[in-house]
């Protein structure tokens, strides 16, 4: 070995050229390339959001016409859900951390980790090409629920393609994810050392392998409906829309675990580091994710209270959806015990973790509402839904995200951003996210239902607030990114444990090398052991 000559380079600065980074097996570099793709994403459909923001404002607003606003929302769904929320924080922080958090020197199979990254690359550009070309943007909205899906002019067939190439991505990942967690775990580092981010990927793996096949497979039954003209689903055609929505959920409810239980796991472990305390509950929020992983994979029915299945099958589902509360709960409430007597750092990580915890709260008890079938029927297809989803995807991922990329950046790029600068942005953020989806909640109680092009006057003062909100919200995540993209280029250099944090990726440089660890680390203490590991700086 030739690093005690010198330190070997750093990941980023190791080879150059766009070559090196697009055919690059470096997990590193591909969760780079991820979070560079999904947050140019993120501003597309964001933009798309504060749009139909902007035409919502006041009642009888023309900004849009109708056919436009059909296509903007379903495309602010399709972009947001498959290309941002779902990949976030696995493609991400994922593919960077886990083998540096198990002190591996990369994933199992990084050639097709590189594939997975072309996959979604190819995926993002299909439905780039469904929007832009033939008889206009799908305008189903992003659940394509037939019998609409099958019989509208536009381009349907193409993003349905893009979605079957986007699951592929992902079931890779997971398959990639698992593989790594079970073969090249570091000596020393047993199953109960793991960090708790970890944890909660594995967990979200085994939904990505199992779950998204399901949604692959209905992605081309609506495409060969399309185009073969075979009745699967229309009922027209001698199809079975029920049918359909049965094969949708059985994905897309566990794939809001998908999106939620990783940036659960980046607050399980960000939790510890700035309260200076051992995590409580280590083997309860482990086992909490799986719990989830496994009873969220049986409560998709909840989507479909108001469909006509039957009144058994209403009864049983509700209850799952009740079950699934408990393990959500237990972790709320280990993380609020390792708050409680801590030292307290309020450092921007720990700030945006705390946002994460309110807002998903606030997603989770109006969850309930809808769980509980009777008072479903009320809110079904109202704005009470969409407030609902955003306090979870946004608030929750959104914010969960956003505490992986202060937590980490000064790992990954060696430098440290401006902290005051990241507090504002997170005020902006916070205070817009809840002026802009609060009133949801309160217009869907009112009865303002979801996806219309335009609403009577007696909504109209909650839906100028909410707009309000939109532009607080704007203003936040451009601060962020500034904020951000300022401290890579002119930042302090950060060090190689700035937070004092006792898990495994500290303890290599920052930015750490292309093969992560000079030697192969030998684990002596858990990632939360703080005096152990003499992590208090
Ligand atoms: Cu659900």
Do not use: C
């Not at 109209?460 to 909410?466: D, F, I, K, R």
């Amino acid at each position: 070995m030739a690093h005690a000559d010198a330190a070997p380079k750093s990941f980023l600065a190791d080879k150059t050229g766009i070559r090196s980074w697009i055919f690059s097996t470096d997990h590193k570099r591909i969760g780079l390339m991820y979070l560079a793709l999904i947050l140019l994403m993120f501003t597309a459909g964001m933009t798309l959001g504060f749009l139909m923001r902007l035409k919502l404002m006041t009642p009888g607003n023309t900004l849009l016409s109708p056919q436009t606003y059909n296509a903007v929302f379903t495309l602010h769904g399709v972009i947001m859900i498959f290309l941002v929320v779902i990949p976030s924080i696995p493609a991400s922080f994922g593919n960077i951390m886990l083998p540096l958090q198990i002190g591996a020197n990369d994933v199992s199979f990084p050639r097709l980790n590189n594939f997975s990254w072309w996959l979604y690359v190819i995926g993002a550009a299909t439905a780039l090409v469904s929007i832009f070309t033939g008889s206009g943007a799908p305008d189903t909205g992003w659940t394509f629920y037939v019998p609409f899906s099958s019989r509208t002019t536009t381009n349907v067939s193409v993003a349905v393609i893009a979605v079957f190439i986007l699951g592929f991505s992902n079931i890779l990942t997971g398959l990639n994810f698992i593989t790594t967690i079970h073969r090249l775990r570091a000596p020393g580092l047993t199953w109960r050392k793991l960090t708790l981010f970890v944890w909660s990927l594995y967990a979200t793996a085994w939904i990505q392998v199992l779950a998204t096949p399901v949604l692959g497979i209905t992605a081309l039954l609506i495409f060969a409906e399309r185009v073969l003209n075979m009745g699967l689903f229309d009922p027209t055609r001698g199809g079975d829309p029920l049918m359909y929505q049965h094969l949708f959920w059985i994905y897309s409810h566990p794939a809001v675990y998908i999106m939620i239980l990783p940036a659960m796991g980046i607050v399980s472990d960000i939790i510890p580091v700035f309260a200076r305390k051992k995590i409580f509950g280590y083997g309860m929020i482990a086992a909490s994710s799986l719990a989830i992983a496994f009873a969220g994979s049986l409560v998709w029915a909840h989507h479909m209270f108001t469909s006509g299945m039957s009144e058994t099958a209403v009864l049983v589902f509700s209850l799952l959806t009740f079950i699934v509360a408990v393990p959500s709960a237990i972790k709320v409430f280990n993380w609020l015990s390792t708050l409680y007597k801590g030292s307290i750092l309020m450092e921007p990580p720990l700030l945006y973790t705390l946002g994460f915890i309110f807002m998903f709260s606030v997603g989770g008890l109006t969850g309930l509402v809808q769980g509980a079938a009777g008072a479903d029927i009320h809110v079904h297809d109202t704005y009470f839904i969409v407030g609902h989803f955003h306090y979870i995807i946004f608030g929750g991922t959104g914010l969960g995200l956003f505490a992986a990329m202060h937590f980490w950046f000064p790992k990954v790029f060696g430098r440290m951003y401006k902290r005051d600068r990241a507090y504002a942005a997170f005020w902006l953020l916070l205070v817009g996210m809840n002026v802009l989806y609060f009133p949801m909640l309160v217009l869907g109680l009112m009865g303002m239902p979801r996806r219309y092009y335009d609403y009577l006057p007696e909504f109209a003062t909650w839906n100028m607030v909410s707009t309000f909100g939109s532009w607080f919200v704007v203003a936040g995540i451009l601060l962020m990114f500034w904020n951000l993209y300022q401290g890579i280029r002119h930042g302090e250099p950060a060090g190689r444990n700035p937070w004092g944090a006792a898990s495994l990726e500290w303890e290599t440089a920052s930015p750490p090398p292309t093969h992560n660890f000079p030697t192969e680390p030998v684990v002596t203490h858990g990632p939360y052991d703080f005096a152990e590991a003499g992590g208090h700086g």
